[in-house]
């Protein structure tokens, strides 16, 4: 309210003869009335609403309307009661790119115009319907791609309804379409996304499944379906699926374990057998990890299950073979015992009946030699001490005692050997040579053996020798510093050379009538048993050489 003169709270009573009240309405301005109360002239104006022309308010209100309609994020459109179209919103003309006018094509109804614009795969379809619903009176509803003014189909979701009169009957139609391609685009990337991701699942080459946190099957691959025969469609299956797939033997551990698991959120992982399709149990190696929200709580539990049974198989055999092997190798272990013993007990005993005879021989001579006799009878005490050294030793190994190693002196260990089998060579017609370097550090080694492995080669040698034909009949023995951490022995001869070097250290490998294939392997074994290593050579042009290193003690080294 504007006064002409001043501003204040007015009531008629309140405003003088002198004074003019103007009062001004809201919209356009009308001349302005003249208005006398008493003796009092007031000059109004006013303008409302309820005073204009009805005609020109309803051309306001349907301005206002249109422009709403105009407004509406969506495509609205109206039909009369066939379903001609009658009105296009601005939006759905400047979607289309044609006006209600436009759609009075010759020989064309107006809604086939309007038809003419939908994808040519939804049109039918789209008439279809509508028709049924105009013939209805239902509402349609439908998704359909409609075409835009530039030639690209946009799917939109439309609804039409009808407006009836008092009698009910129809009126006319108005149609809303929402363009959905967005969100349709959205969707179908989502469901690329999803085959896309399932496919994935249904490639790894394992079995998987998904669990609620109470433990309720909610999925499992196509790989796991076709292992378990289970038709994926078929939801109870799912439901009951982890009832009967284990191994009885397995399933209250299973049940157990994931039921803890379930329960505490650990990892779950073990192994078991699950039934296959066609009945028979295969290995499995299981794990599940809980998946948590935000908050930790476990919002689903993943699993993974792979086929171990052929490695589970494997495994078994291997286990069993090894077994096998054990068992052979502890009878080969007895075997080549028993034929060591047999070897070193042997010896002596041997050299004890022929030393025996020639005891016999001297006493019985005319007249019995007595001190030859006497010779002969200390080396059969020799000989016999010797066999029970063998003994003792066989039977400390029995009882895990440690061997006695002692610091040695090589050289003084050869010459002592030399004297103990000058008999022997000598009665062979063949020369001991030596040559040792002096002054070789002591070697902690186990004298008794060690002594063994050089009467074998001496012997290997002579009995060599004996089978070739030649004048030379030598047994070089040469002693040397090998580096810093060793000694190094070789024991020569001039005989036939090693005729099999590749089988001489196999066990029971002779060549000899009467031998047994042993004296090598022992030799051999004796030398590792002291950390040294032992080989065999053949000589140019001819004999043979075994060689072996005695290592020195850490202390001897310089
Ligand atoms: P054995 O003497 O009982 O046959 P060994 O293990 O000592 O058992 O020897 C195995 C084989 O190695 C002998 O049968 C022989 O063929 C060969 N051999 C060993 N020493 C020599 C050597 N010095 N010269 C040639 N061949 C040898």
């Known amino acids: 309210m504007r006064c002409g003169r001043g501003m204040v709270g007015l009531s008629c009573g309140m405003i003088s003869p002198a004074q003019t009240l103007i009062v001004s309405g809201i919209r356009g301005a009308d001349s302005p009335k003249v208005c006398f109360v008493g003796q009092e002239q007031l000059i109004v104006q006013i303008e409302i609403e309820d005073q204009k022309p009805i005609e020109e308010v309803l051309r306001d209100r349907e301005q206002e309307l249109s422009l709403l309609v105009d407004m509406v994020p969506s495509h609205l459109w109206r039909l009369t009661q066939d379903g001609e179209p009658t009105f296009f919103n601005k939006r759905m003309v400047d979607f289309l790119g044609l006006d209600v006018p436009d759609t009075d094509k010759p020989g064309m109804s107006r809604l086939e115009a309007v038809i003419e614009t939908v994808h040519p795969d939804d049109a039918a379809e789209f008439r279809d319907r509508l028709n049924r619903c105009l ?99 078929d939801k109870r299956q799912l439901a009951v699926v982890f009832d009967t797939i284990f191994h009885p033997d397995d399933a209250g551990e299973v049940e157990d374990v994931l039921g803890r698991c379930l329960l505490t959120g650990d990892r779950f992982s073990m192994k078991y057998r ?142 002592e050997v030399c004297r103990l089998m000058a008999d022997e060579t000598t009665a062979k017609d063949v020369r001991v040579e030596t040559n040792l370097e002096p002054d070789l550090p002591p070697v902690a080694l186990d004298r008794v053996q060690v002594q063994q492995v050089f009467v074998n080669l001496i012997r ?91 290592p020195l003690a850490a202390s001897e080294t310089p």
Not at 160 to 172: F, S, T, W
């Open 135 to 233: 013939v209805t009176g239902e509402r349609f509803s439908m998704r359909y791609r409609l075409r835009r003014a530039d030639g690209v189909y946009r799917w939109m979701s439309s609804h039409a309804e009808p407006l009836r009169d008092h009698d009910g009957r129809i009126v006319q139609w108005y149609g809303l379409c929402h363009d959905i391609d967005d969100l349709m685009t959205a969707q179908e990337a989502l469901r690329d996304r999803e085959r896309e991701l399932s496919l994935l699942v249904d490639m790894v080459p394992s079995n998987l499944w998904r669990l609620t946190p109470d433990g309720e099957t909610t999925l499992v691959n196509r790989r796991m379906a076709d292992f378990l025969g289970m038709d994926l469609e």
């Open 274 to 415: 699950l039934r296959r399709a066609d009945g028979v149990y295969r290995w499995m190696s299981g794990r599940a990890e809980p998946l948590r929200d935000q908050d930790g709580r476990i919002v689903q539990w993943f699993g993974l299950c792979h086929d171990i049974d052929d490695q589970v198989h494997a495994e078994e055999a291997l286990r069993r073979a090894s077994e096998r092997l054990a068992q052979a190798t502890r009878a080969a272990s007895l075997a080549e015992l028993s034929a060591s013993i047999a070897h070193e007990v042997n010896q002596p005993l041997a050299a004890i009946v022929a030393n025996s005879h020639a005891c016999h021989r001297w006493l019985s001579a005319e007249p019995p030699n007595v001190e030859r006799a006497k010779i002969t009878a200390e080396r059969i005490t020799r000989d016999a001490n010797s066999a029970a050294d063998v003994v003792s030793r066989i039977r400390a190994l029995f009882r895990h005692a440690p061997e006695a190693k002692l610091p040695e002196d090589v050289n003084r260990l050869i010459s």
């Open 460 to 550: 290997n040698g002579v009995e060599a020798m004996d089978a070739a034909a030649g004048s030379a009949r030598a047994i070089k023995i040469r002693s040397y510093r090998d580096g810093p951490d060793a000694i190094r022995v070789e024991v020569r001869d001039d005989g036939t050379g090693f005729k099999d070097p590749q089988r001489v250290f196999e066990p029971f490998f002779t060549t000899k009538q009467h031998g047994m294939g042993m004296g090598l392997a022992i030799c051999r074994s004796i030398i590792e048993s002291h950390g040294g290593r032992l080989w065999t050579a053949n000589n140019e042009p001819r004999g043979a050489t075994v060689a072996f290193t005695l």
